[in-house]
């Protein structure tokens, strides 16, 4: 579909009755940030024409000529997405054990894995669900997810190379495993590939992820980057925790010198205990966080090579074109088990791996059953029927639809309930208003990837103040 571009900057005047316009306060020297929630209406004005604007004018009758058509674009995207990817566990195994991984120890010590015949039926039952509703032209999406999806090495390269035409295939890898052959089978095929780092020098990388043993892998992680240089489709993935927070803009630093075309700087999922006591507080997350996309920025200006980091990016398309976002923990219903789910190794579905720890939260069975069935169960209802309207603290919110509540596991998990927030509210306030910041100063084309909006087509863009 196109996606709407929402992008309003205006002068307000006194001659309109009074708008569901909420003042949003940005942290900008001159400008302040209006919303309309519900609809992710949003514009930005001079502060002392906010009372004016406020009460009336062009802002308000952009707004009233564009709302029902944002109001529906915004009840599509939340609520009428049918799966078009899916995360697919091929092994509960892993050959690391990091601090704060979502998967228990004892599945990952242990846990059931796939063998080829397993995934390529697996790959037979997936296809021919989502032929039932997506167009032949738009190819679902399979990431190979984990623990260690390279540990079912000879399983997914088979299935990559039986359903290439039927699938695009994405590799999340901690990259222990992606030697010469690896990288070679993987990019001649255009696979997606993500790997994961936690910091700059191994001495801070190794805190968090390390193999049983107590061993870093840090050098062999640094050799898989360099092994992928060039290589448009793949991206790093930093958790930040308390280990990391005072080294991320040495990360930065270190993923654009090594000419990693993108990152993604994420929070820690605090679903399972063992991630709690790694995250970092609220207040040092958001600021270290800000620094680190602060000095991507820099980096941009200086070299003309951009590292986008994903996450904020999509933050970003979340505010100017709401349907144009990439990434869904920042919507509400979440994308888990709407606009993807995930597969476990013994073939139970899952809304998203961030439950698979989760045996309450299996729907169904892929061998079994049919996936509508699994979708429409109880365990996956819970999680796509929770909404940022819910959650209390959360329903007016002004930036609830730049944010979406997440996450229900850690919600479920962590604070007792899917009407309860998760972790780092205030990460997702700063990180709003930071992003609005960002477009009132006219730098966010810098965040993004070139050509980002091919595809969408501007449907409200008034004269700038
Ligand atoms: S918010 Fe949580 S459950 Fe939803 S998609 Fe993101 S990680 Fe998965
Ligand atoms: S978690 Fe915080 S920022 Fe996100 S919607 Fe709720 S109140 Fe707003």
């Excluded at 030697?179 to 001495?203: C, E, H, K, N």
């Excluded at 043993?213 to 640094?222: A, C, E, I, M």
């Excluded at 927070?245 to 075309?261: D, Q, S």
Aim: charged content about 20%; aromatic content about 10%; overall charge positive.
């Amino acid at each position: 579909m196109t996606a709407a571009i929402r992008r309003v900057e205006a002068e307000g005047s006194a001659t309109s009755p009074r708008a569901p316009l909420q003042p949003f306060d940005i942290g900008h020297a001159t400008h302040v940030a209006v919303v309309e929630p519900d609809t992710a209406f949003w514009g930005l004005v001079r502060k002392e024409r906010l009372a004016d604007t406020l009460a009336g004018g062009e802002l308000l009758d952009a707004f009233r000529a564009k709302a029902a058509a944002f109001a529906r674009e915004m009840e599509m995207l939340r609520f009428r997405l049918k799966p078009s990817a899916v995360y697919f566990n091929p092994t509960a195994r892993c050959n690391l054990n990091c601090s704060y991984c979502y998967i228990p120890e004892d599945m990952r010590r242990s846990g059931a894995q796939m063998d080829t015949a397993a995934v390529l039926a697996a790959l037979d039952r997936l296809d021919a669900y989502f032929r039932g509703h997506m167009p032949p032209e738009r190819l679902p999406q399979v990431i190979f997810h984990g623990a260690e999806p390279l540990l079912a090495r000879k399983a997914i390269f088979a299935a990559i190379a039986a359903y290439g035409d039927r699938f695009r295939f994405g590799v999340q890898t901690n990259a222990t495993l992606l030697d010469d052959a690896a990288v070679s089978f993987l990019t001649a095929r255009g696979v997606g590939i993500g790997l994961s780092l936690d910091g700059p020098i191994a001495a801070v990388a190794d805190r968090t992820r390390r193999r049983w043993s107590g061993r870093g892998v840090f050098d062999r992680v640094v050799r898989a980057i360099d092994r992928l240089d060039g290589y448009p489709g793949f991206n790093v993935i930093c958790t930040m925790t308390a280990q990391n927070l005072p080294h991320l803009v040495a990360m930065v630093e270190f993923l654009h010198r090594h000419r990693v075309p993108a990152c993604m700087l994420n929070v820690t999922r605090c679903t399972l205990p063992a991630a709690r006591s790694q995250r970092g507080d609220d207040d040092s997350v958001w600021r270290a966080y800000l620094a680190a996309l602060e000095r991507t920025h820099a980096l941009y200006r200086v070299s003309g090579r951009k590292l986008v980091v994903a996450n904020f990016a999509n933050i970003l398309i979340a505010i100017l074109a709401p349907t144009a976002r990439r990434l869904m923990c920042d919507i509400s219903p979440c994308g888990g088990g709407r606009s993807f789910f995930a597969l476990a190794p013994n073939g139970d579905l899952f809304p998203c791996s961030e439950f698979i720890g989760l045996p309450a939260f299996a729907g169904g069975n892929l061998f079994r059953q049919p996936v509508e069935e699994i979708l429409d169960s109880p365990p996956f209802r819970l999680v796509t029927g929770r909404t940022v309207e819910d959650v209390a603290g959360c329903r007016t919110c002004p930036v609830r639809h730049f944010c979406g509540s997440p996450c229900p596991a850690e919600a479920h998990e962590m604070n007792g309930g899917m009407t309860q927030k998760g972790a780092f509210c205030r990460f997702y306030e700063e990180q709003a208003r930071y992003a609005l910041r960002v477009i009132a100063d006219g730098r966010h084309e810098d965040f993004l990837w070139d050509g980002w909006d091919a595809g969408t087509e501007a449907t409200c863009t008034i004269g700038s103040t």
